[in-house]
């Protein structure tokens, strides 16, 4: 039984006080949910990816290669080879469906489903619809080979250097 029921003269003293304690807690938990909402928005409309740098990979200074060699990049499934003073870039990213192929002694194998690729990357096999994407080699301003994934070339497009 509440003291407001025993004493009459108390009624509407706590009501209005116990509303605007109420009230006060209400206001606060609004502006801290608010608060919350507006952070994780922030963190929402934040892009997350980045532009440009990814697409371009640098593989070493073109001495490093001696003529017939080849360096298998698994990270940027990407294959750099020297053929005499050429260079090419080869993706590994089968063209079925985008499993990663393996170098082999002639070409390239799918694991996935048997696709197989000669070393300039035709389809030898199927179910390859298409053959692996040659991409643009050029020399960056720091002397090093750099490989840009965002420019397929026709194939047979080399850089040739005079190393
Ligand atoms: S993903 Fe390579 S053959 Fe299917």
């Not at 963190?43 to 593989?59: E, M, N």
């Amino acid at each position: 039984m509440s003291t407001t029921a025993l004493n009459p003269e108390r009624a509407g003293t706590e009501g209005p006080s116990r509303r605007r304690l109420m009230t006060m807690l209400s206001a606060v938990a609004l502006g801290a949910a608010g608060s919350v909402m507006g952070v994780f928005n922030l963190i929402f409309l934040r892009p997350r990816v980045t532009y440009g740098s990814a697409s371009k990979i640098r593989v070493g200074r073109p001495g490093a290669y001696s003529p017939g060699s080849q360096v298998v990049l698994p990270d940027a499934r990407v294959v750099v080879r020297r053929e005499g003073d050429k260079f090419l870039a080869i993706s590994t990213v089968c063209t079925h469906l985008g499993c990663t192929v393996r170098t082999t002694d002639i070409g390239f194998d799918c694991p996935c489903h048997g696709s197989s690729y000669d070393s300039s990357g035709n389809v030898t096999s199927g179910p390859a619809p298409k053959s692996l994407a040659w991409y643009r080699v050029a020399v960056a301003p720091n002397g090093e080979l750099e490989v840009d994934k965002r420019q397929v070339v026709a194939p047979e497009t080399y850089l040739e250097l005079k190393v």
